[in-house]
């Protein structure tokens, strides 16, 4: 008798230390992003279509999904953002939507320990509910693979999108990076600025394409209070001219930031500066 028992103990142990390993059949992933000065992140499984039918099949229309397999999908942002004009607080999420044929809810739900959809779904917990029209993907394109991703991002929003099968759902999130950063270039210039603090509150202005005559201010002094000029310092310099109407001056400028950016051996400055001269010349 003691030695089946040995011998069952020892199949069993065997067992527990299986070493053989098998795919997930739908794997998680994470996916950062910094957008402008707000970090997201994005956590989810991705199921496979495997020749199944998605949408109204495997994934009832008008019901909560967990957008994605396994435990609810996850999104998180460092500041505030905004979805449809409704501002949502910093923090982390599971993501829900209730895809229907023409457009899908999306979900924003105050709770991230979850398997999937809760059974005892609490609307108190819903922090955002917005609808987002849904687009679809021409005939001869179909996701096989679930994917959340970010998209068409810039300083001040980006697209996150949910595709699969044909369907592609466009979310645009936009952050406060215009006004974290007028906010800091305040406290900043209020004190004792350095050059490179004037360099870089006069490009972000010209490239937001705001307060241009302050831009031309503060990159003048940043230019004067340098002590060796750059060519991609004068490169900004000429930039920032001819947004304010300045073009004799952008031209002067991007003359030097061209001989500069030869005698640095850098092939795009000088092509950049070239191409300026030309069309400022025009």
């Known amino acids: 008798m003691k030695k089946y028992l040995l011998i069952l103990a020892l199949i069993t142990f065997s067992f527990s230390f299986s070493q053989i390993k098998t795919p997930q059949p739908s794997p998680a992933t994470s996916i950062n992003q910094m957008v402008g000065l707000t970090e997201f992140e994005v ?3 991705r199921p496979s279509m495997r020749g199944r039918e998605i949408f109204g099949d495997l994934v009832p229309y008008n019901q909560i999904w967990r957008t994605g397999a396994n435990s ?3 999104i998180s942002f460092s500041t505030d953002v905004q979805i449809n004009g409704q501002v949502i607080k910093s923090g982390k999420y599971s993501l829900f939507t209730v895809p229907k044929e023409s457009e899908w809810e999306i979900i924003f739900y105050n709770d991230t320990e979850l398997w999937g959809v809760p059974q005892d779904w609490d609307d108190k917990k819903v922090v955002f509910k917005t609808s987002i029209h849904l687009q679809r993907f021409p005939d001869s394109i179909s996701i096989e693979t679930f994917s959340i991703e970010f998209e068409t991002l810039n300083n001040n929003y980006v697209i996150l999108t949910i595709s699969w099968d044909d369907v592609y759902v466009p979310i645009t999130i936009d952050v406060p990076t215009r006004k974290m950063v ?3 270039i305040e406290d900043v210039i209020s004190k004792q600025p350095k050059a490179s603090d004037y360099y870089a509150a006069a490009v972000f202005y010209r490239q937001e394409n705001i307060n241009i005559e302050k831009s031309v201010e503060w990159i003048d002094k940043a230019i004067e209070m340098s002590d060796k000029v750059q060519y991609w310092q004068l490169r900004q310099q000429s930039l920032i001219y001819a947004a304010n109407g300045n073009i004799k ?4 400028v991007a003359k030097k930031s061209l001989e500069a950016a030869k005698i640095a ?3 795009d400055y000088v092509k950049m500066n070239k191409d300026s001269i030309e069309e400022w010349s025009n």
């Open 72 to 74: 609810s999908t996850k």
């Open 265 to 267: 051996g850098n092939k």
């Open 249 to 252: 001056g952008a031209i002067k």
């Open 43 to 45: 956590e989810y499984s």
């Open 182 to 184: 007028e906010k800091n």
